[in-house]
Structure formats: C-alpha cells, structure tokens
C-alpha cells in the first residue's frame, strides 16, 4: 500500500502540468449551450431533453470531475445538430477542480466504479423500456472511458446500444474489450494519441490504469487482442472496435494532441458528431 500511495504522490506532480490547461480551459472558456430541463440527478446534467424520443447520448467526464471541457463535447455535438437528448453523467467522487486530489481514487476504485457503471446500464434500460429502437450511445472520456467500457458489460444479456465512443480512455491497452463489444451494434470506436504524455503515458503507468495495470492505456497507443483471444475474438475486434489514431487533421478543430483536445468542440463536431449520425452538419468545424 505504501508504494501505491508514493506512485499517486507522484503522477499527482506529473499531472498538474497537463491539469493546468483544463483550468485554464475552465476559466477562460464559455460554452453555449441549451440546458432545457433540470437535473436529473445531483450528478447529471441534460441538454436538449426536449428530444428525448429521438435518441439519448450519455456522456462520462475524466476521473477529476465535470469541468467546462466535458461541456465542450455537449456543445459539439450540438453545433453538429445531433437531435438526440444529452446527458452529462458525473460519475466521479469530488468535482473540478478539487476533484483533481481525487484522481487516483477514481482510477482506481474498482468496485465503485462497477457501481457507477451499472448506474448508466439503470439508465439505459429505463430508456429503452420506455423509447424502443431508439439510438443510444455512449462517449466516455478519459477515465469515463472505463466505465462506459464497464457499462457495456454490465448490460443485460438481450440489451445491444448503438455504439460507444472513448476518447483517450484509461484502460489498459491489452484489456479484453470483447464482452463491451458484443454488447453494441455499430462497435466501439477508440480516439487514441501518443502526444499524450503527462496523462495517458506517466499518469497510467505510475497510478495505473482503471483496470489496475501498470502501463500504456488504450487511450495512448489504441487497443489490441489479448495473446489469448481466440478467432472469434480477433474477429469481433477486427469488425466492431474503430481505431482512430491522433493526426494533424484534427489540428483543424482545435486538437493539438494532448488529452484536452479530445473534448474542443470542433473537433467533436468533425470527427464524432458524424460517427452517431452521418448526416451531421459539418460547418460548426471553425466556430
């Protein structure tokens, strides 16, 4: 216990200098969006609940809590005119930014976050009961992209989404993504970088990863089959999991490469606005 504790001391140094550009994102940036219903809960936020009927996207912060980033992705998806409900599910303990001390916990807290997981798969089902055929997706950021991988475990046997899609997710880059994969009709896509360096290459390798290992994440370096998968394994890695590697055309929407730029808006609107609905606008690229 002593090490694991001098390890988080540590990456809790390593991350502040990436850390400092989310709070520099908090204070400086503004982000319009339309809240059209009350909260749902202490930890979620909707926009446009107006469009409940037409599809519901949950969206999983970073282990430090809801911050003006995760917004980022909400007004992305919005200036892309996505029509579907969108909820903010802060499933961290803390909130931004002194939620930033509780990082390594929320890494790492294994069984809390199945907790949490199988409170997004409450909320799934409830959804569905009460809008079948309707799309649902999942987008999980850093340490949100752990539990959304848990979460699409978690579901019921019979219960399929639309897709998931981790940007920069903290599970280990070996890890079976099998079982989530199943779990969803258009697959998983994995948003990766290995710019990354404060976060997805110190902070994993010194606290670990969601899944408790002590190495590159999937958000670093993409996702691969375990040695020991077997040919239908490998096959539904090749069919359902969407490997999107870090490159300069992101730079267009705001993206440098580091872990923040996974939620500017531009580039939200460019490249994942399109992959929940192809038909979506495109012009909010440069806004």
Not at 82 to 94: F, Q, T, V
Not at 137 to 142: A, P, T
Not at 174 to 187: C, E, N
Not at 263 to 280: C, N, S
């Amino acid at each position: 216990m002593r090490g694991y504790y001098c390890r988080a001391i540590v990456a809790g140094v390593l991350c502040l200098g990436g850390l400092c550009g989310i709070t520099a994102t908090a204070i400086a940036t503004t982000v319009e969006t339309t809240a059209t219903a009350p909260e749902a809960d202490k930890r979620s936020k909707f926009w446009q609940a107006d469009r409940i009927d037409r599809g519901f996207i949950v969206i999983l912060p970073g282990s430090w809590g809801e911050t003006a980033a995760d917004h980022g992705i909400v007004d992305g998806l919005i200036n892309a005119q996505i029509n579907s409900a969108i909820e903010i599910y802060a499933w961290p303990i803390g909130e931004f930014p002194s939620g930033i001390l509780m990082v390594p916990y929320n890494l790492r807290a294994t069984k809390r976050n199945r907790e949490q997981a199988r409170e997004v798969v409450a909320k799934i089902v409830r959804y569905q009961k009460q809008y079948p055929g309707r799309p649902v997706h999942l987008i999980g950021y850093s340490g949100g992209g752990g539990i959304a991988v848990w979460a699409l475990e978690a579901l019921p046997a019979e219960t399929k989404i639309s897709s998931a899609i981790l940007l920069a997710p903290t599970l280990s880059s070996s890890y079976d993504l099998g079982p989530a994969l199943s779990r969803t009709q258009r697959g998983i896509h994995n948003f990766y970088s290995q710019y990354d360096v404060p976060i997805m290459m110190a902070a994993c390798s010194i606290v670990g990863t969601t899944d408790g290992t002590h190495g590159l994440a999937g958000g670093a370096v993409g996702f691969r089959p375990s040695r020991s998968a077997d040919a239908t394994q490998r096959e539904l890695h090749a069919s359902h999991l969407h490997q999107h590697p870090y490159t300069l055309s992101m730079l267009e929407g705001g993206h440098t490469g580091g872990h923040y730029g996974w939620t500017r808006h531009g580039f939200i609107a460019a490249h994942v606005a399109p992959l929940i609905d192809p038909t979506a606008a495109r012009s909010s690229l440069l806004r």
